[in-house]
């Protein structure tokens, strides 16, 4: 705080009360996560005694301590005296922000020299106090000349008592003058609060669309007369790259591909008898042919995964490798190192299991026995794969790992390699899920897949845009090998359609499951998992053949990709607005964001989204736009504005009301970019 006085130096209250500084995590121990030219929302609890007005900024503080922008915070019109706005750094970096605010004299006079002088009181008072106010203004060293003219002729106005009262009351708070004072208010009683740390990520931490494939699967053939199989492997996946990428993802996800144990392996739909076919649970680590430093042998060497990971870098795909951090039976650590596991008292070490779920294939590792010699062999391990060119990991169940290790491994990883990125896996408690994020990850997987209704979809769209975004970015995956949820078993193709609009539109993170774009949907009885689950055998899917008979779901998913590519507003986590419809199936959001060009100029950039969540009916009723949120300023001569709707080419006139008719079994969604002026 700039506080002069002794006094004030004694209390822990500035001279403008300013609580409650958003986003701080743990009291500013944690910093928020940002990415570049992304937005972060900034928010605080500010007020003063007496009614006079004032003026709050959120200052953005570069790497190197120079003050990179000043937004004015606007309050919430909730009487909370809440105000909030949108930082958004440059660059990857360690950046900082704080709050300022300022008693707003410029303002406070004109608030009040409007109503005393429409009530005929102390009238010439006002406008004197209000010439001598912009003088004083207009003599500020810092103000551009052109800026001072603007003053001082609406000073001159001001105490012209030759005009009448309104003449002179207007030349005061002209377009122009309040264009001046916003620019470079009086700040008077100036108070700042702490600065707190924000982290800035490349990209492929906050934004990216993707796509998971088994290796051993793309390129798999099966005999046509003794049915065995012929695995899949890195030279065959390669060419499934291609099909990735003409459908706009960013990352291709593989599973572990390391070898699978031989010990207790499952075999089809997680039984408890693996034929000697069976290729068993590639997250059942480790055998004879090594561990997590190893690739299986099936998929090739440590050359032919380079060529992939070549081949992905060419297509603009980065590849994001399993992390599972368990190991099979017969994994060389369950000898070399059995202090690494939990031994029972029968000497036996202890599988993993997740009642009622139990995986008798894997050993949980115990990180209180050795910490510094199993972390240290983690490190190492992730350090090999990242000299391989993988800079992505995706974690298996990090939720059951102390979060000291993860805190400890990301930032060791971090601080040699700051582009590497975290997703973590975790679906359990909330609590957990967020201090995963304030201890390190980057994205993780959220509770999106089992929100479908219009109340748990647009609950969650909120909670995780304005509320965690900070700390917590979601993944919005439509679909897992361990997840195929009732709505996409009973849907039908609609489901499909409704859900990737859902999670493409309203997450800048989402991802898809190999399957899905073919509408795979049949799950293992009693299960909420696919039948002849991928996890446990090969499975070979004739993508070009669906697509060329219109059984694919790949052009849809495509036309997202692309929209999110083409609409920075998309890129954003922050920016959701939950707009009101009268359907109890319809679910209405937006997206808004100021787009800053490279010239220095700005374009807005408005997305709506409408969706009929109901995936087997016809819904109509009446979307409600809260057109302030859009930042429309520009309307047709009727009052309308126009939308471009992005799935059908069409063009329509909207307003604050507009009806909407969805037809699952036709276009379930309307993905409209709202037109403005050239």
Do not use: C
């Not at 390669?238 to 031989?262: C, K, N, Q, T, W």
């Not at 000299?387 to 040699?416: C, E, M, Y």
């Not at 009916?617 to 009052?639: H, K, M, P, T, W």
Request: net charge negative; charged share 20%.
């Amino acid at each position: 705080m700039t506080e002069t006085s002794s006094v004030l130096a004694e209390t822990t209250v500035g001279r403008i009360p300013i609580f409650d500084v958003a986003p701080v995590i743990e009291g500013g121990a944690v910093p928020a996560k940002a990415i570049p030219a992304g937005e972060l929302e900034v928010s605080a609890t500010v007020f003063r005694e007496g009614h006079d007005l004032i003026g709050v900024e959120a200052v953005l503080l570069s790497p190197d301590g120079a003050a990179d922008q000043r937004i004015r915070l606007r309050p919430l019109l909730d009487g909370t005296d809440r105000w909030q706005g949108r930082l958004a750094p440059s660059e990857i970096g360690h950046w900082k922000f704080r709050i300022e605010a300022w008693s707003d004299v410029y303002a406070t006079w004109q608030h009040n020299a409007e109503v005393k002088i429409a009530a005929d009181v102390d009238v010439e008072l006002m406008l004197a106090e209000g010439a001598a106010l912009l003088s004083q203004a207009a003599g500020q060293r810092t103000r551009a000349n052109a800026d001072r003219q603007v003053l001082n002729t609406a000073a001159s106005g001001l105490a012209d008592q030759s005009q009448p009262v309104p003449v002179r009351l207007g030349a005061g708070v002209s377009a122009a003058v309040l264009e001046v004072m916003t620019k470079e208010p009086i700040r008077e009683l100036l108070t700042l609060s702490d600065e707190y740390p924000i982290e800035v990520e490349r990209a492929a931490a906050g934004r990216g669309s993707w796509y998971e494939f088994f290796p051993r699967s793309e390129g798999a053939s099966r005999h046509p007369e003794t049915g065995e199989w012929t695995s899949g492997n890195f030279r065959t996946a390669l060419h499934s790259l291609d099909r990735v990428a003409a459908m706009g993802f960013d990352v291709i996800y593989l599973p572990p591909i390391h070898p699978i144990g031989e010990v207790n392996r499952k075999g089809p739909n997680n039984t408890l008898v693996a034929g000697p076919a069976d290729p068993g649970s590639p997250w059942a680590i480790g055998s004879r042919d090594g561990g997590h430093d190893a690739i299986h042998p099936d998929l090739g060497d440590f050359k032919d995964f380079d060529a992939f990971v070549s081949r992905a870098t060419e297509l603009q795909l980065e590849v994001a490798l399993d992390l599972a951090l368990q190991a099979a039976p017969d994994h060389p650590w369950a000898t070399e190192h059995p202090e690494w596991f939990t031994t029972r008292i029968d000497g036996s070490i202890a599988y993993a299991e997740n009642p009622p779920k139990k995986y008798q294939d894997i050993y949980p590792l115990n990180f209180d026995n050795d910490p510094d010699g199993l972390s240290s062999e983690v490190l190492r391990i992730v350090e090999l794969w990242i000299s391989h060119g993988v800079k992505i990991f995706r974690v298996d169940n990090p939720h059951t790992k102390p979060l000291w290790f993860w805190q400890w491994l990301i930032a060791k990883v971090r601080a040699k390699h700051p582009e590497t990125v975290f997703l973590a896996e975790a679906f359990t408690v909330p609590a957990m899920m967020h201090a995963l994020g304030r201890a390190g990850f980057q994205q993780s997987y959220s509770y999106f897949t089992w929100r479908n209704t219009k109340a748990e979809v647009e609950e969650y769209f909120q909670e995780v845009s304005h509320q965690s975004a900070a700390f917590y970015r979601p993944n919005f995956f439509v679909n897992t090998p361990d997840i195929l949820t009732e709505y996409l078993q009973y849907g039908g193709p609609a489901a499909f359609k409704i859900r990737a609009v859902l999670a493409a539109m309203g997450s800048p993170l989402w991802g898809v499951y190999a399957g899905y774009e073919l509408f795979e949907h049949v799950a293992r009885p009693g299960a909420e998992e696919y039948i002849d689950n991928e996890k446990y055998e090969y499975k070979a899917r004739d993508f070009a053949a669906a697509e060329q008979s219109g059984r694919s779901l790949a052009p849809f998913i495509t036309l997202l990709n692309q929209i999110r590519r083409e609409h920075p507003a998309l890129g954003e986590l922050s920016n959701l607005t939950v707009h009101a419809s009268s359907d109890p199936a319809t679910v209405a959001f937006s997206k808004h964001k100021n787009v800053r060009s490279a010239d220095g100029s700005t374009h807005r950039d408005t997305i709506i989204v409408v969706v009929n969540v109901d995936p087997h009916s016809v819904r109509e009723g009446v979307v409600s736009l809260d057109l302030a949120a859009l930042q429309i300023d520009s309307f047709n001569a009727d009052g309308t504005f126009t939308v471009d709707e992005l799935i059908t080419g069409q063009s329509w006139q909207w307003g604050n009301e507009n009806y909407v008719r969805l037809d699952a079994h036709l276009e379930p969604a309307h993905i409209l970019h709202v037109r403005r002026p050239a």
